[in-house]
DNA sequence: CTTAGGG
DNA sequence: CCCTAAG
């Protein structure tokens, strides 16, 4: 029922952070505090006294999580930590990771540790039911248990155990992003991401890029390099030092649940992320800024995210939930800290006017509850059913329409697309089984290693569940243009695992690639891959537009040019194998081919 | 169910 | 991406 977040660091400095009921505002009055459900995490005054923490405190932890951390090798995302738990500033303060820094602080003094617990329990006896600790594991062991991370769920009943372990060798050479301009950068954001950015720190543009590719789980997976801003087969050209594998190395894999969950910093609190609500274009629009700023704390923090902040938060984090460690494509040797916040928003509650709505979204396998923002709940479409209903009385046609209309997905569960969608959109239960059960990740584990990739992790794969969950027919692109809201924007990091797996598995067979390669992605179908490959056929063989007009009018994600020659090479190499030697290549693969040979031969 | 191709 | 035909 307690969620607890235990800050460990090498002296054994704890430190303890107090779970208060965030009940709209006011502090915890010890029936609140039986209320484990929610915790706020406050800041231990050297007196011994508890203060709220205040959004700028927050700040500065992170700010010190971040740049003084070096030991760390996790590292706290400011951006989506603050986005997750910032708040309208009500003053009973939401949750806090100011505690984090009197850890620090208190471990950089050499603070007892048990003082500082008796302390917190003597000042605030009426707290201590509700202690929750923190948990960081600081020592050189990092790489080994940090990123295990477990829940607890509320409630206690449960004790789901979602480890996954980190990879770190992986990351090493594999993404360089040192060498890129800025407006490299930029590319390599929106080839990530499919969206454009405005941000032009290019600290945040790496760690972002890196996140969005290694949190694809794939670019490891795949034989590519991305080096001074292009994709490269490795092998080619010398690997980047930008890692330079101080981590652990990984033990060997296959053990997850024995692993120590030692970093697990959940903090769930009743907490209304507010929705900003912006008449000024300026700033709703300018999501990249947004980011930035939020991102940089050091620019006036305490914004309240934005809609597509949340979006993208929610998107980002789900990602990054699945308890995998980042690492920074980034020179600066200290490591960081990954906090992971989960937060548990129960409540829709007006602000300003305007209602907020959360739902229960499923993070990392967590349920957890997000924003809903412009993310409804997928469902049958209200709004333009009745319309179409009218003009469409007939009865018969009239599904197909709507269907047709609206991109469904959302219609009666009867329709057999339903099934689809809901196995994507993962309630907690079903990540959570997905999860326990595993039946993929022996598999697909197996088969890895028998393919020589064995070294390739792919539990972080099967971790990660991702919010399959958009459903307005919609969304504005950053170029002006529009897309299908649940439409997702092929990642670079999935073009290249996709491209891989052609080259593996050769094309057509889809489902194999996705079985293999696209495990985890349960939003991308075998249909999905081979509209993927034949776009990307067509746009290898079409010219190669590679100015930035081409790219600037379509909004569309540019295809790293590397890519596209890999795709065209494929694509030459099965066209000509495959139809004159027949099933040559084939042949020894396939049985049934094997077989027909034969007997056609005799 | 998977693949292929048109919409 | 969606839908359907065909193996």
């Known amino acids: 029922m307690e969620t607890v977040v235990e800050v460990e660091g090498n002296d054994e400095a704890k430190l303890k952070e107090c779970g208060i009921r965030n009940s709209t505002s006011s502090l915890s009055s010890p029936k609140q505090i039986s209320d484990p459900v929610v915790y706020k995490l406050v800041r231990l005054e050297g007196d011994g006294r508890i203060v709220p923490a205040t959004d700028d405190e927050l700040m500065e932890v992170e700010s010190l999580l971040i740049d003084d951390k070096c030991e760390m090798h996790i590292y706290a995302d400011p951006g989506q930590t603050v986005g997750c738990i910032s708040n309208e500033g009500s003053s009973s303060g939401i949750a806090q990771l100011e505690s984090l820094e009197g850890l620090l602080q208190s471990r950089n003094k050499e603070a007892d540790p048990d003082k500082l617990n008796a302390r917190l329990e003597e000042t605030v006896p ?9 948990h960081f594991n600081q020592s050189g062991s990092f790489g080994e248990c940090s990123h295990s991370s477990d829940k607890l769920v509320a409630g206690g009943s449960t004790l789901s155990v979602v480890t996954t372990k980190p990879d770190f060798s992986k990351l090493k050479g594999e993404i360089c992003l040192d060498n890129l301009s800025i407006k490299e950068l930029h590319e390599t954001f929106k080839a990530t991401f499919g969206r454009e950015t405005t941000v032009k720190d290019k600290q945040w543009l790496k760690r972002r890029i890196s996140m969005g590719l290694t949190n694809s789980c794939d670019v490891s997976v795949t034989s590519f390099i991305i080096k001074d801003n292009k994709l490269v087969k490795k092998g080619n050209g010398e690997i980047s030092n930008c890692m330079d594998g101080s981590y652990a190395e990984d033990p060997p894999i296959g053990n997850q649940k024995d692993l120590p969950t030692s970093l697990v910093s959940q903090l769930d609190y009743h907490q209304v992320v507010p929705e900003k609500r912006l008449e000024n274009p300026n700033l709703d629009d300018n999501s990249g800024s947004d980011d930035h700023q939020t991102e940089q704390r050091a620019a006036k923090r305490a914004r309240k995210p ?14 990054e939930s699945n308890g995998r460690l980042m690492n920074l494509a980034k020179n600066s040797g200290h490591g960081l800290i990954s906090l992971k916040s989960h937060v548990r928003l129960v409540r829709n509650v007006p602000l300003g006017g305007r209602t907020v709505v959360t739902r229960l979204d499923s993070l990392g396998g967590y349920g957890i509850q997000v924003p809903c923002v412009s993310r409804v709940r997928r469902s049958r479409p209200r709004k333009n059913f009745m319309a179409l209903l ?28 339903e099934s689809r969608v809901l196995k994507a959109s993962s309630t907690p239960e079903h990540v959570h089984h997905q999860f326990i059960g595993v039946p993929e990740k022996d598999k697909q584990f197996s088969v890895m290693s028998a393919i020589g990739l064995g070294h390739n992790t792919e539990l972080k794969c099967i971790n990660s569940s991702r919010d399959s969950d958009d459903n307005v027919v919609t969304v504005p692109t950053p170029k002006g243009g529009i897309r299908r809201k649940h439409h ?14 052609v080259s593996r598995y050769g094309a057509g067979r889809w489902s194999e690639i996705k079985r293999l390669a696209f495990a985890s992605y349960s939003y991308r179908t075998s249909v999905d891959l081979k509209d993927k490959w034949r776009n990307l056929l067509k746009a290898s063989l079409a010219p190669q537009d590679n100015g930035m007009n081409s790219r600037k009018s379509t909004g569309a994600m540019p295809i790293p040019a590397p890519i596209l020659l890999k795709v065209r090479e494929l694509a ?11 099933s040559t290549k084939i042949a020894g693969s396939t049985r049934k081919n094997v077989h027909e040979k034969q007997t056609g031969f005799l």
Request: a negative charge; hydrophobic letters at 35%; charged letters at 30%.
């Open 390 to 417: 009218k003009f469409n009385p007939s009865g018969m046609g009239m599904e197909a329409t709507v269907k047709k209309a609206l991109g469904d997905h959302s219609f009666p569960p009867d329709d057999g697309k």
């Open 126 to 134: 009426s707290l201590a039911p509700s202690l929750s600790e923190s």
């Open 306 to 319: 934005t809609k597509r902040y949340i979006e993208e938060l929610s998107e980002v984090e789900s990602k």
């Open 488 to 501: 997702r924007a092929w990642t670079l990091s999935e073009v290249m695992k996709l491209v891989e797996g």
């Open 572 to 582: 030459e190499m099965q066209a000509q194998v495959l139809p004159n030697l027949s």
